[in-house]
């Protein structure tokens, strides 16, 4: 039997709006991106780890860092990033994508585990445990399989949609889905 190929797919960009070049902020003598890498690699689950990162000049930078760290990189659409995740899983032929955001670096590999044990063993389409928050900002995780990533790329039509890669996963019907919530809400931290 193939064994599950699960891969994290960060989506990560230096234009940000509210603070530029934030994934490149350097904390404690490491840059922001390196420090989300560096948590994610503490997983016993993930076989992989791949960055989609827009295809243009700006973050060409951004690039060059993650590849002197020797990491997968997908380069794509800037403003359609559920194309650029949809392209990078399939590039990287995802069974799993768990969904992260390069501007999480305290993300956490053990909750990330636990997660996506949950997610293999009730065959949930989408699960997440922010729908509705109860985590602290910055520790969002999606996870999805690749079925899911791709009827949504198929079906989802708005830039609203397209941008934020899983709306269209949240609301549907069709999909089995699940949201991981603690006992006490601390997501207004």
């Known amino acids: 039997m193939e064994k599950i190929k699960i891969k994290a797919i960060v989506q990560c ?22 420090h989300l890498l560096r948590r994610l690699k503490f997983s016993k689950k993930l076989n992989e780890i791949i960055f ?16 002197k760290e020797k990491c997968r990189i997908y380069r794509g659409s800037e403003k359609n990033v559920l ?6 899983a399939n590039k990287f032929k995802a069974d799993i994508i768990v ?15 636990e997660l996506l044990k949950k997610f293999q063993k009730e065959n949930y389409d989408y699960l997440s445990n922010n729908n509705p928050p109860t ?9 999805f399989n690749f079925k899911t990533l791709k009827e949504t790329f198929l079906k989802a039509k708005s830039s609203f949609d397209q941008e934020h ?11 089995i889905k699940y949201n991981h919530k603690l006992s006490t809400d601390f997501s207004s931290i």
């Open 13 to 34: 960009r230096l234009g940000s709006i509210r603070l530029k070049r934030k994934a490149l902020s350097v904390i404690e003598r490491k840059t922001a991106i390196i």
């Open 52 to 67: 989609a990162i827009p295809k243009n000049k700006e973050n060409d930078e951004l690039y060059k860092t993650l590849k």
């Open 83 to 88: 194309e650029r995740y949809f392209r990078a």
């Open 99 to 113: 969904r992260i955001t390069g501007d999480c670096p305290l993300v956490d590999s053990q909750m990330l585990d």
């Open 135 to 143: 985590y602290p900002d910055g520790f969002d995780i999606e996870i």
């Open 165 to 175: 890669v899983t709306p269209y996963m949240k609301r549907s019907k069709k999909f």
